[in-house]
């Protein structure tokens, strides 16, 4: 298994800049992609953007496309989300996600989530 802690989460203004961390731990040879989702209470957990292990390709969810950038540290075992431009819209939870591979199986490992809020 995969052990995930976030950091660097806080209150910025709009327009602010955060830089949020995951620090992965354990059967890390085994991970082939990390994610950042985000949850705001009531709602479903959303996928933010993610990030291709090996060859750091890279997704992002539409809204953040321009404003957030995922990188990957291998020789750290870490992961990054750096976040232009806030928007209060941006308040939420945000999760590191690692997926694992295990045979034929893929297994979802979560972080306990770190809290972005986005207020004048």
């Known amino acids: 298994q995969v052990h995930l802690v976030e950091s660097g989460g806080g209150l910025v203004q709009p327009g602010g800049s955060l830089r949020l961390s995951c620090a992965a731990s354990?059967?890390?040879?085994?991970?082939?992609?990390m994610a950042w989702y985000r949850q705001v209470p009531g709602n479903e957990r959303e996928f933010v953007a993610a990030i291709v292990r090996s060859d750091g390709r890279t997704n992002y969810e539409d809204s953040v496309k321009g404003r957030f950038t995922i990188t990957r540290d291998n020789a750290k075992d870490m992961v990054h989300l750096q976040m232009n431009g806030l928007k209060p819209e941006d308040t939420a939870v945000y999760f590191c996600?690692?997926?694992?591979?295990?045979?034929?199986?893929?297994?979802?490992?979560w972080g306990l989530g770190t809290q972005v809020t986005v207020s004048s």
């Open positions: 354990g059967n890390i040879a085994s991970i082939y992609l």
């Open positions: 996600n690692a997926k694992l591979e295990d045979g034929f199986d893929v297994i979802d490992s």
